[in-house]
């Protein structure tokens, strides 16, 4: 039987994410985003659709490197304002029964204790449906709101970043066993002290004693997400992560680093398959093949392949905009997001080559047909690839979901590859149907 499509809404809490100047478009409702109606009809347009899950992306600091300043950033709203995601998923989970949170968090900002606290909390909240998505950073804009003067190297931060989750591993996996929550009224017992137990850690970053505030929740540990794609970042990735998002590109790119990432997660010691991998994309649908390239062509004339680049400069830590359009931008080593810089290494990449990269303001592969021909196209790249699913970015929101709930969804649902309903359980065990806990071979089990 052939493996099912698993797919994530990729958004974040603010107006412009990667899809650049759409907010313009006049059925685009994404200038609401700092009000509650907004993401409780998006959460219950996703369960409706049977979405597994809506993965929130996040950052802290600002795109303030094209031009060497925030003026792009700022007139196309190029994530920014934007608004700690956290503080919507308990008002999501409570319209929706199934649906799926991925929550990214930077843990370069954070300590491990409240962390894991708050992680904790909203997966008791949620009956065991949110997931942390890792990040270390890469802005200076960041550091410099931190009262810090530029970012630690690119490994350092992963080494602080093993540290950690080894700390947070403790907090969730190894304070509270099992059964320690009696709620015995009759006995006046709550819970069994014999079955808590202080923490002690003495690491390279970090040092905490004691008990854990929160009892077990549903998952223990939230659905693990990664999204390291230089070398150490994918080392990282294979030890802790469950599911990995990947840049995408072409299908000969795409399944190279999947077997690169199954082969590290081997050597880690893991099952290659324990890890679920996800590719961002940007889908324009309709009922016909003509329909949909006319609402491509709609959309194009509102989007901003500026302020993609604006987004981009940010992302490779290099100020594109002193490159005159036909002129191959040179590789400079960065502190930036490695993976994307690297490209300049091995591609004659110039600002126009990047504009038309950029049509809808991102840089993401884009699908586009009736609903029967994208279903095909992704079905096609999924299976040749070996990736496990989607995160499928929004154009026009609310309309690119409901566009692809209503047109490629049941095309997948018809050929078998995309569910018709729900599983019961957590996140965790709707996406690997194992259970609600950390795989055994995972290096939580073992702190």
């Not at 052939?2 to 107006?15: E, G, P, Q, R």
């Not at 509270?176 to 850690?201: C, L, M, Y």
């Not at 994307?340 to 840089?363: A, D, M, P």
Request: glycine share 8%; aromatic share 12%.
């Amino acid at each position: 039987m052939a493996k099912k499509i698993l797919l994530n809404a990729f958004d974040m809490s603010c107006v412009g994410h990667i899809n650049h100047g759409l907010w313009t478009h006049p059925r685009d409702e994404s200038i609401t985003f700092n009000g509650l109606k907004y993401w409780l009809n998006l959460a219950k347009i996703l369960e409706k659709g049977l979405f597994d899950g809506i993965f929130l992306a996040d950052i802290t600091g600002v795109y303030d490197v094209y031009q060497n300043n925030l003026d792009v950033t700022l007139k196309e709203s190029v994530q920014l304002p934007s608004h700690d995601p956290m503080t919507l998923i308990s008002a999501m989970a409570s319209v929706t029964t199934h649906l799926g949170f991925g929550v990214t968090v930077n843990l370069s900002y954070e300590h491990p204790y409240p962390l894991a606290r708050r992680f904790a909390s909203l997966d008791h909240l949620t009956q065991g449906r949110v997931g942390w998505n890792i990040v270390t950073g890469y802005l200076d804009s960041a550091e410099k709101l931190f009262g810090r003067k530029a970012l630690a190297e690119h490994d350092q931060r992963y080494d602080k970043a093993e540290d950690f989750l080894a700390l947070c591993y403790k907090y969730w996996e190894h304070s509270w066993e099992n059964g320690a929550v009696i709620q015995d009224k009759k006995s006046r017992i709550f819970t069994d002290p014999k079955k808590v137990h202080a923490i002690d850690h003495q690491g390279s970053f970090f040092e905490s004693q004691g008990v854990f505030q929160v009892s077990p929740s549903p998952q223990r540990t939230p659905l693990l997400f990664q999204a390291g794609t230089s070398e150490r970042g994918v080392t990282f990735a294979t030890r802790h992560a469950e599911c990995i998002f990947i840049g995408g590109g072409n299908i000969a790119e795409v399944r190279k680093n999947v077997q690169r990432i199954r082969k590290k997660a081997f050597e880690h010691g893991r099952e290659p398959e324990s890890i679920k991998i996800f590719v961002g994309i940007t889908v324009v649908t309709a009922e016909s093949d003509v329909q949909a390239q006319q609402k491509l062509i709609e959309y194009r004339q509102y989007a901003s392949p500026e302020a993609g680049i604006a987004h981009y400069s940010s992302s490779v830590g290099k100020d594109l905009s002193v490159y005159d359009e036909h002129e191959r931008i040179p590789y400079e080593k960065s502190n930036s997001i490695t993976s994307v810089n690297e490209k300049f290494k091995h591609q004659e990449i110039t600002l126009n080559s990047l504009k038309e990269q950029h049509v809808l303001g991102g840089r993401y592969p884009l699908f586009v047909g009736s609903g029967k021909n994208v279903a095909q196209q992704l079905i096609h790249f999924f299976d040749e690839t070996g990736i496990d699913g989607f995160n499928l970015t929004r154009t026009v929101t609310p309309e690119s979901y409901e566009d692809f709930i209503r047109w490629v969804i049941p095309e997948w649902q018809q050929q078998d590859r995309y569910k018709k309903t729900y599983i019961s359980g957590t996140l965790r065990h709707k996406f690997f149907e194992k259970g609600q806990f950390l795989n055994i071979q995972h290096p939580a089990r073992a702190v």
